[in-house]
Structure formats: C-alpha cells, structure tokens
C-alpha cells in the first residue's frame, strides 16, 4: 500500500473519529435536554447539516435506559455518508447501521461525568475511491471550503471510559486506487472485547475475526495480490498499572499471495503468544516475555520457474524475553516438513531439493542493536536429496544432516562455532558416484569482526570425511591491498591411503594408472601469505608429510617401503637466507627404507636412518642463476643388483650448486665408514674410510660428459679390500685429485697376497685432450717392494676364460657363416698422449726366481706405446726389455718392436724363464752355467699375428764354461771318447747367432768345443706351412781318424715321422771357421754377419 | 831340386791364383729393378742408389742397402722402427741377365734362388 493510500485511510480513520466523537456529543447533549428520539434524530441531522462537509443521513438516534440499565445508552442507526465523487464506483461512503454506546448514568447525573461503559458497532461498511488521476474521494475532508470547528464544549463534563464490553461487527471496507492500480477489501471483520477497560487498567478477552481480505496492486511495474481470509484473533488482555499480560492465538487460513509471477499460499496459520507479560509504562515496552508457537501448513512458493513447498512450518519457543534492548531466546525451535524444492532454468536443466524434516534449536541472546548476540544454534536435516538433470547431472543425497552452531557477537568481535556432520552423504555427477554414501563432518570455529576484515578459524578446526580426518586452521585479513592475507595451516595425522585411493572416483583413478601406494599419511602444512588481484604472494610455507607403513610401487617397475618416512619443505629457506630471492629448504627422512628396480636387471636397496636436506635459493630462477645445497646421509645401506651387492655404513653426501659466469658450478663431499660390495661369490670390494670432495661446473654447450660437468674430484680412501682372488686386494691407500687440467694421483698403495704396490703421478690437459686442442700429458709412478708374480698369475689365470671362450665361440660361428678369415681389431694406442710409466719394483719373484730392482719406462705418446729399457737384476740374471707398439692410425698395421737382453743368466734360468729358448737352441738345455742372452725382434701385426715381410729379428746366446753333463757321467764316459785324461766336462765358449728374416730363420754356424772334440752346428729353417729345416753337425776336430758331418733336412713333420730317412751323413763343414788365417771367404762372411748381429744386439744394453 | 821345387810351387801357385779368380763379375746394371723371387714369392726391388726393399704383394717388407762385390751381393736390412737391429744377408749370383737371376746364400749353396724381373 503506497503512502498516498495510507495517508488517505488516516485521514479517514481521523475524519470518521471526529465525525464519531461529534456524534456522540451530539447524541448525549440531545439526550440531556430532548429525549424523543425523533428530536434527537432532527437536532442531530441539523447539526450534521451544519457541520458535515459532505452530505450525511442519518436514520434514527435515540437514547435508552431500558434496554441498557443501569446505563444510558446512545445509539445511533442508518448514518450514511454519501460518496460525491463522480468517477466513484459507490454512492456510499461510510455507511454505519448501527452504533451504540454507554455511559454510566449515576456518573452523569451527579459528577456530570460522561462513564462510557459499552460500544456497540455493527454493519459497517466504508468505501474509499481514488481515481486515476489521484483524485480521492475523502478529499472534501482536507480541501473546499472549511467548516466550521467545532464548538467549545460549553458544559462541565468530562469524558471518561470504563469500558466493560466493545463489541464490533460486520466491518467492511473496500478501498480502489486507479491511479496506483491498488485495491483492497476487508470483509465481515469483528471484534469482541470484553473485560474491564478504563484509564487505569485493562483485564479483557479479545476475540476478532476476519472473514477475508483481499488486496492487490497491479500497474505498469508492480503485480501483487494478497488474499487472506478467515482470520481469526482471540486472546485475553491485562493492564495494570504498567504491568501487561496477554495471551494471543492467531489464526490464519487460505491465503495467497502474488508478486508478479511469484506467488505464495499458505493453507493454515496458528500464531500462539502465551503467557506473554511485560511493562508499559512512560518509558514504553520493558520486560517483555513470552512464549511463542507458529505453526503453518501446507506452504507453497513459486517464482520463475521455481516452486518451493512444505507441508508444515513451525516456530515454537519455550520463553522469549526482551528487556532493555536485550532479547533472550530460550528453547526456540523452528521445524519443517516435507519440503520440496524445484527451478529450471531457461535451457530446460531441473534442479530440485527435499528436505524430509528440518529442525533449528536455538538459544540464546542479543541485543537489539546487534552490538550483543550469543546464541546457540542446533539445526538437523532430514532426508535431503538434491539432483540437477541437463547435461551434466548431479545428484546429491543424506539421510541426515547436523549442524551445530554457537555465535557470540560482542561488540566488534564475532565468534561462530559451526559444527556440521552426516552420518552419510552420497554425491553423483554425470553418472559417476563421487562421493559414496560416506560420513562428513565439518568443526571450524572461527572469530571476525562485524566489518568482516579479519578471521581466525581456529586451531582445533577439522574435516572429518570418511573416517579421514583433516584439521586445518587459518587466520587474517580480508580487503586491503590484497584480497585475502594471513595464515592457513592443515593438519593430519592418521588418513588411510587405501581408503584416500579408494575414495577417489573411478573416473579419475586413471591418473593413478600403474601406481600403487598404501600406508598411513600424515600432513602439517602451513602457508603465510596473501591472495592478491594479480596473484598469489607466498611469504612462508612450510609442509610437512610424514608416511607409516609405506608400500608404493610405480608401474611394476619400482617399489618403496619403509616403516616410517617423513618429508618437509619449508618456505622460504631458513638455511639459504637471500632477502632478494625465493628459497626453499627440502627434508625427506626414513628410518627404514626399502627401494627396489625391477626391470632386466633387478635392483634394490635397503637404507637405514636415511636424511635428505637441500636448500635452494632462486626457486623462480633459471637453473643457470640458481643455487643448491644438499645433504643425503644414512647409516647404513645395502643393495644388490643382480649379482653385485654391497653395503655402505654411516654414509655422509652433502652437495652445493651456484651459478658462475652463466654456468652452474657444483661441490660435492660423500664419505662412509665402511663399504661392502661383492659380485658373484668370486669378487668382493671392501672400503673403510673414505671421502670424496668433487667439484663440477655444468657448460651446457660442451658436448663431451666430462667438458660439461667440469669436475674437480679429491677422493680419499684410508683403508680398502677387494676380494677378487684367493687373496683380498688389500688398498691400504688412495688419495686423488681430479680436475680437467691436472689429474694427481697423489697416493695409492695396493697389497695383493705378498705383493705391495704404491702409484702415484701427474696427469695433465685431460680437458684440452677431450677438446683435441691439447696434449695429454703426464708422469705417472710405480712402485713395489715386492710382487710375487708367480701368485698373482696363479690368482689371475683363468680369469676371463668365458670371454675368451666367447671369441672363440663367436669366431667359430663366423667361420661356419661363411667368413674366411677373422678380422680381429688391434688396440689402438691413441693419438695426443704423451704418458710416462716409470716402474722402480724392488723385488718380483717368478716361479722360484728372485729379480731386483725391475724398473723401466713405458711411454705412450702420439700413437706409440714404449716399453722402455725394462730391467731387472736377479741372482740368475739381469735383465733390459725394451718394447715398442706403435698405431700410427686405424688404417694402418700396429707395429711392434722389442728389445730383450738377460745378462748373466743362468742357462738352466734361461729355460726356465723362457722355455722357448729350448725350442730355438734345443741342446742348450744339455749346458750349465751362465751366458748372455740377447733378442731383437720387430714386425707389423695383422690380426695380432706377424705380417711375414716386415718380420726382422736376431738373437744371440754367448756362454763361457758351460758344464755339459754330470760330471761322475762324464768321467764315465771321457775315457770311452777318447779323451783326455784332464778332460773336464765344460765346454769352453759358445756363440749362437741366429736371424730372423721374414720367414727365414738361419742359425749361424756356432762351435762347441770340449777337449780333443771340437763340432760346428748350424741349421736354418723357413716359418712356412712345413716348417721346411736344415740342421747340419760337423765334427771338425775329433781325435778319431775321420771327420764327419750329420745334415737333417726335410720338414718338421717328416723328420719326427722318421728321422732316420732324413739324416745324411756329410762332409764336415766351416772347418776352419775358427781359425782366422785360414778362413775362407765364405767362412768371412759368416763370421762377418755373426759379429754384425752380436754386436748390434749387444749394442742395444744399456 | 831347388829350382824344380821353386817351379812347382810356382806353377801349384798360378793354378791357386787362377782358381782363385774364378770369381767372375755380374752386371750391375742388370741387377736394378725390381725382381720376384719364385721360392718365397717377395719382390726385391734394387735401385741404383745402393737402396732397395723386398716387399709382399701389397708392398709391405723391408726397406735395405745393397752392395755387390763382383757376384757377392750384401743385403743390409735396415729396421722400420727404433731400435737397432741386425739384418744381413750375403748372396752369391750365379747367374745374371737382365731378366732373370740366381743366387744362394753363403753357407746355404744347395738351395738356389730364382729370379724374375717384373
């Protein structure tokens, strides 16, 4: 009702009230000096004549004491004001049939007091009309010609009202605004009142009713409509003194509402305020209580497509207090049933709610002013279900729903503590069941303030779904430059990973594919920062995640346990502290921790007090201009892999990484007490204290692994073993420096059984070497006090012999697939080195032999490898080797060289060092003594076997006093050779020549003289399929009357087959080879090229 | 007698010296280029500088100084690495053309070698 409407209908009520009192006054000055009703009715339409400002009848007015004793009564019948507006759709205005009021005739008569007791209204009904162009038809009452006021009252008497009964009936009012499309209608209202009313106090019953009424508003921007009927208000009213006391029950059926095109009804209404009492005095309302109990049926709403119900609706309150602004609830429940909620949207998709039983408890309270609220709020949810159809359906259901919240509001600060739960709710979307009937519940108390610029959810906070339960807590300020700023922490100890997994909708548990993880999760993580309008500002952050029983596999392929394992990343760094840039520090821990690799080859590992740590400054950097620092360490580890184990004790890794001049620079130190490792049941490594410092700078543009990673390594090991043979390899030392420039070997110190080495040296220009822009350069040393050779080669022998039954296998194979020859690659000595080897082994024992001081040079440089002036000394012999292997380029033969001398040994030493001699010399082994031995070879290699063309060597045998058979044998048999008495069994001198030239071997005449016996032997033969030969004897001086020579020729086969055939007796030759001035040429030349080998393979002794 | 005798000895030494100077000379000049030996197959090659090479098909062998004395040819190898080594070789040429050759080594005149010049 708009305010124009208003105003018409007070000025109505006051007009309508004025002309009442008027009447009234009239009424009672009549009835005290005329009393014919008739007179009554004339004065009083002449007076309304006079005084009306519009035209009235009235019917009939009378007085009565009869009918109404002891009290005068003043009534009233037929007042019909008429309404004189035109456009009015009625004649009549206000028509009243009857009006009747009391008064206490005694008062009256001798207090000349005017004691109203009864007021009788009856058939009433009142038209107000305002046209469409505003126009009302009560405006004679405010405009037109004024009439005059009322009269003092020139009598003595006073009103006053002691009412007992006030009984109206039949009330009707229409009231039709054209102008605001507004129009109303009140029908049958009655109201009986009965009691005491005066002006001091009030004890009466009320009952009112309505039988409807109806009202509606329709115009260009507003369509409402209202209908309510049959309204009915009973209750009692008590007043004394300031003291009020009532009770009302209010009822209210079939009404309907309408705003446009949402609309409302309600079937039934039932308003009870009992026992409701309070003061109402001078300073107004106080102290008012009461309680309360709505109940309303059969509620429906709908709007837009949308349309709520609920069949029952009620407000019940065990006390509702208010007094000086403070309001107590206590008990207050609001309960509904059966609702029903539904909307579509304009693309047809349905969204509908139920809502079995809906009940809200709450206690508590307030100020009116909201500066104070404490209340308790229980609300339980019964019976909801919710779906959306269209294209992406949802649907959501619980049997039930429990919220729990308590709000205190104190002047600024508001705390609210909501704890909601369900024992089940089920959420499907799109067909996939996301949610599966699990248990929820919700407790986060939280505090803020009326502006709602800062909270604090509190510690103690939690979300508890399926059995998963999740603390968190958060606190800050909202607006600002930043739209939310503060702390946010999560909290869990005990989540069920199975359950975490399982409760992962199956839609999306492919992102899970070929995971498998169980175990127990914990989580505390903590975040300070801010949300801005252009992002996220993280200033702290800290996450911790702690694993029990962890079982995790990836793909079949890995798998993680450990009883225990904890994880935090703390923002920013609180190691790596740099102002101007984002650090982070990472910490991951494991008691126990079990790894393992299945694939071709198995791996796995076993860490005990496992501790990881790294810092990092730069996090938004590229990995150029970052910086890391990271620690691993664990007590103990053991792994396998295959056949190889090992295990490593009390093991320390810490590692840094800063960016230098656009690089990455990296430092590493590891280093364990104890290392374990062991390959098959053949080979082992054991290695105590050991610690290994290894710098790196990263070049991305480098190619070359090591050129990239630039490193810098410092490895240093006290104490080692390698069980690899009979005997553990024992490094009793190491200690190495490696960079790109300059690789030292600074110590390293090896026992094997008897043997003891000690190596160390310089390597130089390893980076300009990879680069080939440099030479690889270096002095590297050898050392030994003593090398059982004979052990290590009974140790060594056999090792490989799968390899080598692999090539042959593997060259077998080649053959049966057609090949000819097999092309085997030689080692290619590489180019760009320049290495020295120098060896100083004070003591090698061979077999039963002793050798000293064996020290040479091998040299590798520029494709050729030297093995340089190798010597040695020993009670049998000294000896100098020098060999050369050169690779001038892959193309090329390989080339090999030696130089071989043993000084001084003994011939039965020679043999047994180099039993080859036998094979080349064969009576040499029939000698004792010593002799010098000489060698010089050199070849090109194909296939690691002489090409025949480029084979060029000589050797050469000197002995002295060489003893030739036992010497009781010898005696024996002296006397029988014709010797002579003093014959001993020695032979004087020996010279053997031989040379080796391609594939011919020529032994050069030697002689072998003893006593009165002098022989010269010499023989060649040719290193062909048949090893084709020719040997000849000649004894030349004998004390036997002829000389005689013995020549076996033929090839080696044939000879062994029957050597008989193959003996010729011949004249004896070179007879005077020894004797120089009866030489001939031929013998010259013979002595010529033995002296020319002798002395060239002499030539080369150092 | 004196004179008989010193005749004698006179005329055994003339024979002695005629027997002596059986050694009869070979043309040098046929000996340059390069020769195949049918026994072991190698190529000797023999220039005129005093150098020469015996090499296999694919030219690998040795380098070497030759000396000819009359029909005493001297073979020095001479080392294709570092180390110093002996390598000598002292023929007889029994037969010489410009095409064809034989010869044996001293102390091994029951096998003679044959040569073509290729």
């Known amino acids: 009702m708009n305010r124009k409407a208003k105003k018409a209908l007070k000025i109505t009520g ?156 039949d009330i009707n009012a229409s009231y039709i605004d054209l102008k605001s499309g507004t129009k109303a209608n009140l029908n049958n209202l009655g109201i009986n009142l009965k009691g005491l009313l005066n002006y001091d106090s009030l004890d009466a019953n009320i009952n009112a009713k309505i039988a409807g009424v109806k009202a509606s508003i329709k115009n260009d921007s507003t369509d409402i409509d209202a209908r309510l009927n049959d309204i009915k208000l009973k209750g009692t009213l008590a007043k004394h003194k300031d003291n009020v006391t009532c009770g009302i029950t209010f009822d209210l059926k079939n009404t309907n509402a309408s705003l446009g095109e949402m609309k409302a009804a309600i079937n039934d209404l039932k308003l009870a305020l009992n026992n409701l009492s309070c003061t109402l005095g001078k300073e107004g ?35 509702v207090a208010f007094n000086d602004n403070n309001l107590d609830l206590k008990g207050l429940s609001i309960g509904s049933r059966d609702i029903d909620f539904e909307m579509s949207d304009t693309v047809g998709s349905k969204t509908s709610a139920t809502i079995d039983n809906l009940q809200l408890d709450v206690n508590g309270n307030l100020k009116t002013d909201m500066s104070v609220i404490n209340t308790s709020v229980n609300t339980s949810i019964n019976g909801i279900g919710f779906k959306i159809d269209g294209e992406s359906p949802m649907a959501i259901s619980s049997p039930s729903i429990s919220l729990k919240a308590d709000a205190l509001i104190d002047k600024d600060d508001i705390a609210l503590t909501p704890e909601l739960s369900t024992p089940s709710i089920n959420v499907n979307i799109g067909g996939d069941e996301l949610v599966p009937d699990w248990s929820l519940s919700l407790f986060a108390p939280l505090t803020t303030n009326k502006s709602f610029n800062r909270f ?112 935090k990343v703390q923002y920013p760094s609180q190691i790596a502290v ?75 890794i810490s590692a840094t990484m800063t960016p230098v001049d656009g690089t990455v620079a990296f430092m590493a130190r590891a280093a364990f007490d104890q290392l374990e490792a062991a390959m098959g049941q053949n080979m082992g490594a054991s290695l105590s204290s050991t610690s290994v410092v290894a710098m790196a700078q990263y070049d991305q543009t480098k190619d070359d692994i090591l050129l990239k990673w630039n490193p810098n390594i410092k490895f240093t090991l006290d104490e080692g073993s390698l069980d690899m043979l009979e005997e553990p390899v024992e490094i009793d030392n190491l200690d190495v420096d490696f960079t790109l420039g300059h690789f030292n070997i600074n110590d390293c110190r090896v026992s094997m059984g008897n043997s003891d080495i000690m190596f160390w040296g310089d390597v130089y220009n390893i980076g300009a070497f990879i680069e080939k822009t440099g030479l690889l350069t270096g002095e590297l040393f050898l050392e030994s006090d003593h090398v059982d050779v004979t052990q290590l080669m009974g140790w060594f022998s056999g090792m490989g012999n799968e390899e080598t039954q692999e090539a042959v296998q593997e060259a077998a194979d080649k053959i049966e697939e057609g090949a000819d020859t097999i092309t085997a690659s030689p080692f290619i000595v590489p180019k760009g080195i320049d290495l ?22 091998v040299t590798i440089k520029d494709g050729v490898a030297v093995l340089q002036e190798l010597g040695f000394s020993s009670d049998a012999a000294e000896m100098q080797l020098t060999a050369i292997y050169k690779t001038p380029s892959p193309q090329d033969d390989p080339f090999i060289e030696l130089d071989f001398h043993l000084l001084d040994i003994d011939i039965n030493e020679l043999i047994s060092l180099i039993p080859s001699v036998d094979s080349i010399v064969p009576m040499l082994k029939s000698f004792s003594g010593h002799a010098n ?156 090229i033995k002296d020319h080998i002798l002395e060239t393979l002499k030539g080369n002794v150092r | 007698m004196n004179k008989s005798l010193i005749r004698l000895i006179f005329a055994f030494s003339a024979v002695a010296l005629l027997f002596a100077g059986c050694k009869k000379d070979v043309d040098e000049d046929n000996l340059i280029g390069r020769w195949r030996c049918e026994n072991d197959g190698y190529y000797y090659t023999f220039l005129d500088d005093g150098s020469g090479r015996c090499a296999d098909s694919r030219d690998r062998g040795l380098n070497f100084s030759w000396d000819l004395d009359r029909d005493n040819l001297t073979i020095n190898y001479s080392s294709n690495g570092d180390i110093p080594k002996p390598g000598r070789e002292e023929w007889i040429i029994k037969k010489l053309t410009s095409t064809y050759m034989e010869a044996y080594e001293v102390g091994l005149a029951d096998i003679t070698y044959k040569f073509e010049k290729q």
């Open chain 1, 836 to 857: 020295t080897l120098y060896t100083n082994l004070a003591e090698i024992k061979y077999n039963d032999h002793l050798f000293n001081n064996v020290g040479g040079d």
């Open chain 1, 285 to 319: 309302l106080g102290n008012l209580k009461t309680d309360l109990n709505l109940t309303v049926s059969d509620i429906k709403y709908a709007n837009q497509g949308m349309q709520a119900n609920t069949n029952h609706f009620s407000v019940k309150a065990g006390q």
């Open chain 1, 578 to 652: 740099d102002p101007n840039r984002q650090t982070a520090d990472v910490y991951l821990n494991a008691d126990d921790l079990k790894l393992s690799l299945i694939d071709s080859t198995n791996i796995d590992a076993a860490l005990r007090d496992f501790a990881f740590s790294a810092s990092v400054v730069g996090l938004t950097d590229t990995i150029t201009e970052m910086s890391a620092q990271a620690d691993v360490a664990f007590s103990h580890l053991e792994a396998t892999m295959d056949t190889i184990s090992g295990s490593l004790d009390n093991t320390s």
């Open chain 1, 456 to 567: 604090d959810v509190l510690n103690g906070s939690n979300l508890n779904v399926n059995g998963q339960k999740i603390g968190f807590a958060a606190n800050g300020t909202l607006g600002g430059s930043s739209v939310v700023k503060g702390n946010a922490s999560v909290k869990a100890s005990n989540l069920d990973i199975d359950k975490l997994v399982s409760m992962i909708p199956d839609k999306y548990k492919n992102v899970l594919d070929g995971i498998d993880v169980h175990g127990i999760l914990g989580l505390d993580v903590s975040v300070k920062g801010a949300v801005k309008q252009d992002g996220m500002q993280l200033d702290k952050a800290s996450a911790n995640v702690s694993l029990a029983r962890l079982d995790a596999g990836l793909k079949d392929s890995i798998f993680a346990n450990a009883n225990k394992l904890t994880a």
């Open chain 1, 933 to 1088: 031995f000489h060698l010089a070879a050199e070849t090109y290699l194909e296939n690691n076997m002489p090409i025949m063309s480029t084979l060029l060597g000589a050797a050469a045998i000197e002995g002295k006093d060489l003893v030739v058979l036992d010497g009781d044998v010898f005696n024996g048999i002296k006397r029988k050779l014709l010797m002579s008495k003093k014959a001993e069994n020695k032979i004087d001198s020996i010279d053997v020549e031989l040379q080796v030239i391609r594939n011919k071997v020529t032994l050069y005449p030697f002689r072998i003289h003893m006593d009165r016996y002098t022989a010269i032997v010499d023989g060649r033969h040719f290193i062909n399929k048949d090893l084709d030969c020719k040997y000849t004897v000649s004894l030349i001086e004998t004390p036997l009357p002829i000389r005689l020579g013995v020549k076996v020729s033929g090839s080696l086969n044939e000879i062994a087959a029957s050597p008989i055939k193959h003996i010729r007796i011949i004249r004896p030759q070179y007879k005077k080879l020894y004797n120089p001035e009866k030489r001939s040429d031929t013998d010259e030349m013979v002595m010529g």
């Open chain 1, 14 to 169: 006051i007009t309508l009230g004025s002309i009442l009192g008027l009447i009234i006054i009239a009424v009672l000055l009549v009835c005290w000096t005329v009393f014919t009703p008739g007179r009554l009715t004339k004065v009083a339409n002449k007076a309304i004549d006079k005084y009306a400002p519009c035209k009235v009848d009235l019917e009939r007015v009378d007085l009565t004491l009869v009918k109404t004793y002891p009290f005068l009564a003043f009534r009233l019948n037929g007042l019909l004001v008429y309404d004189e507006m035109e456009t009015s759709p009625s004649d009549t205005l206000l028509y009243i049939k009857e009006f009747t009021v009391t008064t206490n005739l005694k008062a009256l008569l001798k207090e000349k007091k005017i004691i109203l007791t009864n007021m009788l209204l009856d058939n009433v009904q009142a038209n107000m009309f305002v046209d469409a162009a505003g126009h009302s038809n009560i405006d004679f009452l405010t405009s037109g010609e004024k009439k005059e006021k009322e009269t003092d009252d020139s009598s003595d008497l006073d009103i006053y009202a002691d009412l007992q009964k006030i009984t109206i009936d």
